[in-house]
């Protein structure tokens, strides 16, 4: 039988057709980063999108804007629907304008020791997604033959160095996370039992122990992140303190060449970073759309399944926060993956409070008295001071 339709009946047809599997779609969420890996956050997102037929976007941030952004975002009511976040960025959870998420959307699987980074009175505010973010020592095959155990080794090595032109080691001079290992290693802690602590001894002999490096031409003071990580890669310095996030592009440039040691002591003082995880915190105006939440409760039980986990780690590196998923790394042969992991379990974790996020302010305003040419005491008092206004300031009602 011959069957014929008007014209407009086979436009609707058409136009069904084509528009029926996106309107089976989610709605379109944004995720902001500011991971180095970035490609491997893009591949997670694209394989869950691929697998929930989702539509999640996702823009990568220099890591020193990222929180800058997001709390200009929230006054604005611009904020993503999603924030992959350092987890000391959850004392802000306010002034973000995050939402807690339900206890039942964290799987058994996930390491419980994951859950304080991300609990802050009685609610959860993020979901971890990987853990690490330690500092690590690294250097190059080609210009050293054994990495140093001590700081006070730069003394023999440095001259013959630098006659060559090569720095004796490379790191943001002027980022705070990096004068916290200092810190530690004498005995101190940006924070300590939710109380601000920067107007310490500890504190003194880490500025000062920071300074002399400088002064003894050691470290380029003046050097900021990319320009210690291209100094290193491109032979130019021996050794680089760079955190686990770096890893995976480090071995991918250098291959070989690329060594991988424990952080030295000073004197006989251990030296350890401060470690964390990188979370998703979510938007409440996302949390509370009712197309949105399902969406985003699918995403963050796929971060967590083990084979999700399992790519994290071997495509960036980066520490699981799945029990299984890290258990396993341990089974590696990969003596570089054992010093990843020996070296984060001699990591303290950071505390998630506000107290943490006013610390790292106050350490970078206070420090530029340093710098100066303030004394080390002065220094430490002033930072403690700025530390205890702006920590009043942000917990005001």
């Not at 250097?139 to 003394?155: C, G, H, R």
């Not at 090569?166 to 939710?194: H, K, Q």
């Amino acid at each position: 039988m011959n069957m014929t339709f008007p014209f407009h009946v086979l436009l609707l047809l058409a136009l069904f057709c084509f528009t029926s599997p996106l309107q089976a779609r989610g709605p379109a969420l944004e995720l902001w980063h500011s991971q180095q890996a970035g490609y491997v956050i893009d591949e997670v997102i694209a394989r869950f999108n691929r697998e929930q037929d989702q539509r999640v976007s996702v823009l990568q941030i220099e890591p020193s804007k990222i929180k800058g952004d997001i709390l200009l975002a929230a006054q604005s009511r611009g904020l993503p629907d999603l924030m992959l976040i350092p987890s000391d960025f959850l004392g802000l959870y306010r002034q973000m304008k995050l939402a807690p998420l339900p206890a039942d959307w964290f799987s058994n699987e996930l390491m419980a020791e994951t859950l304080s980074y991300v609990t802050l009175d009685r609610q959860r505010w993020g979901m971890p997604m990987m853990q690490g973010n330690h500092l690590m020592l690294f250097y190059n095959k080609e210009l050293v033959s054994t990495p140093v155990t001590e700081w006070q080794q730069f003394a023999q090595i440095a001259p013959d160095l630098t006659a060559r032109g090569i720095m004796p080691i490379s790191w943001p001079y002027e980022d705070m996370y990096y004068l916290a290992a200092f810190l530690r290693t004498f005995g101190g802690s940006p924070v300590t039992d939710g109380r601000i602590t920067l107007d310490t001894p500890a504190m003194v002999q880490a500025l000062e122990a920071y300074r002399t490096m400088a002064r003894q031409g050691w470290v380029d003071p003046d050097g900021d992140y990319d320009a210690a990580l291209s100094r290193f890669s491109t032979g130019r310095s021996a050794y680089l303190i760079n955190g686990d996030w770096a890893f995976s592009d480090l071995t991918k440039n250098m291959g070989e060449r690329l060594g991988v040691a424990l952080l030295p002591a000073w004197q006989t003082r251990p030296m350890s970073s401060m470690s964390g995880a990188y979370v998703i915190g979510v938007a409440a105006s996302a949390m509370e759309d009712e197309d949105r939440r399902p969406v985003i409760q699918a995403l963050m039980a796929f971060i967590q399944r083990s084979d999700t986990q399992d790519f994290i780690y071997r495509r960036g590196a980066l520490l699981p926060v799945n029990r299984d998923s890290f258990a396993a790394i341990g089974q590696s042969p990969d003596p570089r993956a054992h010093v990843l992991l020996e070296q984060f379990t001699r990591s303290a974790p950071m505390p998630s409070g506000s107290a943490m996020a006013v610390a790292w302010q106050a350490m970078a305003t206070g420090f530029e008295r340093a710098r100066e040419g303030g004394s080390a005491t002065d220094t430490a008092r002033y930072m403690q001071q700025l530390a205890d206004r702006q920590h009043l300031q942000v917990n005001a009602p």
